[in-house]
C-alpha cells in the first residue's frame, strides 16, 4: 500500500469544486473501483471517509478492512455490508447491483460539499 499525503477528499480546504475537478475525482474512483472488480473484489464500503486525494489530486480508494474476493460476482448481492448510510438501494433490496448508486451518491456529494 501506498502512503496518501493528501488525506480524504472531503477534509481539504478547498474552493468550490469545479464540474471538470468533481469528473476528474469521480474518473479516478470508477477506475479504482473497475480494477478491482475485474479482479473478483467487491470494496463494500465507498464512502467519502474512504476517498483519498494525494498530493497531485489523484483520487484513491482506502480501507479494504470490508472488501471481498468472490469468484462468482453475482454472489455479491447475497452479501451486503458496509456502512448502512452509503449502501446503495439496490443492495438493500437484493437486486443486482450495477455499482451506480455507488457513484451517483459520490458525485452528488463531490458537487455539494464544495459548493
Do not use: W
Amino acid at each position: 500500500l501506498e502512503l496518501v499525503k493528501g488525506g480524504p477528499i472531503f477534509a481539504l480546504d478547498q474552493e468550490p469544486l469545479s464540474e471538470d475537478k468533481a469528473r476528474s475525482y469521480l474518473r479516478d474512483i470508477i477506475v479504482g473501483l473497475s480494477f478491482m472488480h475485474k479482479n473478483h473484489i467487491v470494496h463494500h464500503d465507498i464512502k467519502p471517509d474512504n476517498l483519498l486525494c494525494d498530493e497531485d489530486g489523484t483520487v484513491k480508494l482506502s480501507d479494504f478492512g470490508l472488501s471481498s474476493y468472490y469468484e462468482d460476482m453475482t454472489v455479491y448481492i447475497k452479501d451486503v455490508r458496509g456502512t448502512p448510510a452509503f449502501i446503495p438501494p439496490e443492495a438493500v433490496n437484493s437486486m443486482i447491483i450495477l455499482f451506480y448508486g455507488y457513484y451517483q451518491y459520490i458525485l452528488y456529494e463531490l458537487l455539494i460539499y464544495f459548493i
